[in-house]
């Protein structure tokens, strides 16, 4: 079984006939578009454009994931950033088109609702809807156009600079064991954060952001142009700050942000007393607990790795406890080689999934290095193909789910994963596994609560002025410390974090971190219902990742009797973390 992807059932190659001529026909979809938006006279007219955009998004969904794929795995493959580039410059060319239908929808007699049905597009009528609400944010049709087009070798450069030079980053790596020194990648020197051994840790740690000014005024370059560019878009749209649109995007009330943060807020120092705890029990000091041993394993089974053959097994064998259906999704991707298993010079960071609505597919980006949170990685991953397989059954323009909804199934699945888990181990091992609950509850609760902290800060000053390495260093270390409080050693911080996390360097997703937390959040709440009527669950659960792309998010949420903007909701999704927070500090006494 190969350890890479199989893309053959997208493309076979750049060269492949079938790839040429789905190029070749898009920009006639896209010409074709943009004449017939100059001539909408009735909506009849918004119907057959529909049906063309339907055709035209398919087509460049299957285009522009082929080509981000082989980039995602080879940063240096010319071809793949030379289509990445052609099809963003021909997206740009659509801008016309969808700011001549949102005006013809906001100004329109009549029930968008109504019309779509009389109209045989009624399966997007809140998609129509919601642009007809979008033409007050949308600048003149020129403006869209040269905005979308001027992105391509702005925002939409840098972003895949940054890309670039942290995938071609390497670290000189010194042993603690052996005194040995090498030169090893980014993403495998951040891997050693999982390292049973403390001095493995903090010298990976060490190396790390000993490389970080060989790139830093590259990235700096890059986010402060990325950030400026959203600032001043976001001003000619007539949003009074870029979370607005993100908010606006996500179809999220500010009422939804706010009951969520309230609710943080209210036990953010439960997350803190954790670490402390956890600092106090591997050792670390009574300061609070050093960057590097966030994610440090505890445990008597901390010490055990697993090939990533027995991480199939395990994934796939819990899934079907949830419903032989999530099984049958993770089975195929592991089965047909959908997933990019380990690190590699050229690769990029992290871990994600995307999907291919043209041939209802998905593939897996994973950097997996054996340890029991690779493990969880996969599962979350897959959670997300899962989340894919449910909407793809709707039309495309429907597939486009939110940000803040992205993260749910994922983080669902982890839970599938680890808590059927928990009931079969025995007690003296599952203190690891509990710990790697709370590591991830911390990371999308302090951790992307400074990241949102930063991402804030660094709007509100690239307002005035570029920012400098110092000023952006400062601002992280500022935001770190709000978040964390005591719960971190002040001393032991990570000051480059603005600089490996990619969310920070896309200008069409600002403020890409607290959808984490609303995910996170929501899953366990989710997760709660499930295990109080697991029988009647899984049914209402795919029907609700199904439809998550074409109504609000409070009302998708509604189906399962949710109601996301009382904050009473979040508080009792935490008091489940603070519980497990509580068996882990029990259990370390």
């Known amino acids: ?50 049906r063309l955009l339907e055709d035209y998004d398919t087509k460049n969904d299957r ?71 979008e033409y007050s944010h949308m600048m003149s049709e020129d403006e869209e156009t040269l905005a979308a087009l001027m992105s391509n070798t702005g925002s939409g450069a840098w972003s895949m600079l940054q890309d670039k030079i942290i995938s071609m980053l390497t670290c000189e790596y010194t042993c603690p064991k052996t ?15 999982y390292d049973c051994d403390s001095a493995i840790r903090k010298a990976a740690y060490e190396a790390e952001l000993a490389a970080y000014p060989k790139i830093q005024e590259s990235c700096a370059a890059a986010i402060n142009s990325i950030k400026g560019e959203v600032n001043l878009l976001s001003k000619l749209r007539k949003f009074d700050h870029p979370l607005d649109k993100t908010l606006f995007d996500s179809n999220m009330t500010r009422k939804t942000l706010d009951a969520m943060f309230e609710a943080i807020d209210a036990d953010i120092q439960c ?57 049958k999704v993770a089975r195929l ?18 871990a994600f999934c995307g999907d291919i609505y043209a041939i209802k597919q998905f593939r897996v980006l994973l950097n997996f290095g054996g340890n029991l949170s690779d493990i969880i990685t996969l599962a979350h991953e897959i959670g997300h193909g899962y989340h894919s397989m449910q909407v793809m059954q709707e039309g495309i323009l429907n597939t486009g ?75 992280m270390l500022a935001a770190q410390r709000a978040a964390y409080g005591d719960g971190l050693d002040p001393q032991k911080l990570h000051p ?10 896309s200008a069409h997703n600002s403020f890409y971190n607290f959808p984490y937390a609303f995910g996170h959040l929501l899953a366990n709440g989710l ?33 399962l009797g949710i109601d996301v903007e009382n904050s009473a909701f979040w508080k009792s999704a935490i008091d489940v973390i603070k519980s497990q927070i509580n068996t882990f500090k029990e259990m370390t006494a």
């Open 1 to 50: 079984m190969s350890e890479k992807w199989c893309l053959n059932e997208i493309y076979t190659s750049f060269d492949s006939a079938e790839f040429k001529a789905d190029f070749l026909e898009l920009p006639k979809i896209a010409e074709k578009m943009n004449t017939l938006s100059g001539e909408i006279i009735s909506f009849k007219d918004v119907a057959y454009l529909t």
């Open 63 to 133: 285009l522009s994931s082929y080509a981000h794929f082989i980039y995602a795995t080879d940063t240096s493959n010319a071809d793949a950033s030379k289509f990445i580039y052609l099809l963003d410059a021909l997206n740009a060319e659509t801008s016309r088109m969808k700011v001549r239908l949102a005006k013809y929808l906001a100004k329109t007699d009549g029930d968008i609702y109504a019309l779509a049905k009389e109209n045989d597009v009624e399966e997007y009528a809140f998609q129509l809807k919601h642009m007809s609400e």
């Open 179 to 193: 005194d040995e020194t090498k030169t090893i990648g980014i993403n495998e020197c951040r891997n050693l954060a």
């Open 271 to 327: 997350f803190r007393d954790y670490l402390k705890t956890k600092a106090r029990y591997i050792s670390s000091g009574e300061a609070g607990l050093a960057f590097y041993d966030l994610f440090a394993p505890v445990g008597n089974s901390a010490e055990k790795t697993f090939t990533y053959e027995e991480a199939q097994s395990f994934v796939a064998e819990n899934f079907g406890k949830f419903s032989s259906e999530m099984e």
């Open 333 to 350: 991707a592991f089965d047909k080689n959908w997933i990019d298993v380990s690190p590699r010079e050229g690769k990029v960071s992290g």
């Open 401 to 475: 789910y939110p940000m803040p909804l992205a993260e749910t199934a994922s983080t669902f699945c982890e839970l599938i994963v680890t808590n059927a888990v928990l009931k079969t181990l025995p007690e003296n091992e599952k203190l690891q596994l509990i710990e790697i609950g709370l590591q991830d509850a911390t990371q999308v609760i302090l951790d992307i609560y400074s990241r949102y902290l930063f991402e804030k800060s660094v709007f509100e000053a690239r307002l005035d002025h570029p920012l400098s390495v110092q000023e952006l260093n400062e601002l």
């Open 496 to 505: 480059y974090m603005w600089a490996i996390k990619p969310h920070y360097y």
């Open 527 to 559: 997760y709660k219902i499930y295990d109080q009527d697991p029988g009647s669950f899984s049914e209402k659960y795919n029907n609700f990742l199904r439809v998550s792309g074409k109504m609000p998010i409070t009302e998708s949420c509604k189906q």
